[in-house]
């Protein structure tokens, strides 16, 4: 059985967050329950990389399409100095993309060297590594030139902050990328919009931390920040799920959803969810070693 997701109703207006992306529906349940979870303790769907992403992606099956990503994250300290660099090379948050083509649209929250920010943007990104397209998005080196968020009033240490991205493909020429942020702990929401000439194909999408480099030491233990109400929504959907009803719609069990971490040049994990995602709330934490260089 597919359980719906939770959506988050903040401010008067909010539920206008993503106009539309609140009641999906399409031509039927494409999603069972991800059985196991992905893990990365006993090799279930793990992808380790030295950058990249570190949470839950879903993995291209040749089959779902997305077209909504949220989660809910937390402004913590641990931000100011992610990835052990000093350099604030990286953010959290959630991504659409196309491995076949390194598109993506992203949207994440990070420091940026004196304030947390909330950064949006869509590009065309590749790399050498035959990695899934969320391992491959490297906008996050200072995410925050293609546009930001909730600057005014600014978001404070410790705030509970919503993001999500939603596509819709138009009918004429161009085609929307919506995105969506709210300071929940300050009751203030802001939208912000991306056309497109291209129907774009968003085979993949990400939730978790995000970085070009980390200098981190091993093992993860230390927690750096916590992800609620992570949901999808494909075009086969009935409605937006949760991302542990996320399955490959195939016979040979190729994608769905994934684990990622970071390593070292010793294979030592350095930054991951260390197997924390909830099957009964989809919750899941983040954490990371030391960030001494």
Excluded at 14 to 38: E, R, T, V
Excluded at 252 to 263: K, M, S, T, V
Excluded at 265 to 282: E, K, R
Aim: hydrophobic share 35%.
């Amino acid at each position: 059985m597919i359980r719906r997701a939770r959506y988050i109703l903040v401010a008067a207006g909010s539920a206008a967050i993503l106009a539309g992306g609140m009641a999906l529906a399409g031509a039927g349940a494409a999603y069972a329950k991800s059985d196991p979870l992905p893990s990365c303790a006993t090799g279930v769907n793990c992808t380790s990389s030295a950058y990249g992403t570190a949470g839950y992606y879903g993995a291209d099956d040749n089959h779902t399409h997305y077209r909504f990503v949220q989660t809910v994250t937390v402004a913590t300290p641990q931000l100011v100095n992610l990835n052990g660099t000093g350099d604030n090379e990286g953010a959290v948050g959630v991504s659409l993309c196309d491995p076949n083509t390194g598109q993506a649209a992203m949207i994440s929250l990070g420091y940026n060297g004196t304030n947390y920010e909330v950064a949006y943007t869509v590009g065309r990104y590749f790399t050498d590594t035959a990695e899934p397209c969320v391992q491959n998005v490297f906008k996050y080196i200072n995410p925050f030139k293609s546009g930001t968020l909730l600057d005014f009033p600014g978001v404070s240490g410790g705030d509970k902050i919503y993001l999500a991205i939603y596509y819709t493909p138009g009918g004429g020429h161009f085609h929307q990328i919506s995105f969506g942020a709210c300071d929940i702990t300050q009751s203030v929401c802001r939208q912000a919009y991306s056309n497109s000439r291209y129907n774009l194909q968003f085979w993949e999408f990400g939730i978790g931390a995000f970085s070009y480099t980390q200098f981190l030491t091993a093992p993860p233990l230390n927690p750096l920040d916590n992800f609620s109400d992570n949901d999808v929504t494909c075009y086969s959907c009935a409605g937006s799920v949760p991302i542990t009803s996320v399955a490959p719609v195939n016979p040979f069990n190729i994608g769905g959803l994934y684990e990622a971490q970071f390593i070292n040049g010793s294979s030592q994990p350095t930054m991951s969810p260390n197997d924390s995602l909830s099957a009964a709330t989809d919750a899941f934490e983040v954490y990371n070693g030391s960030t001494s260089p």
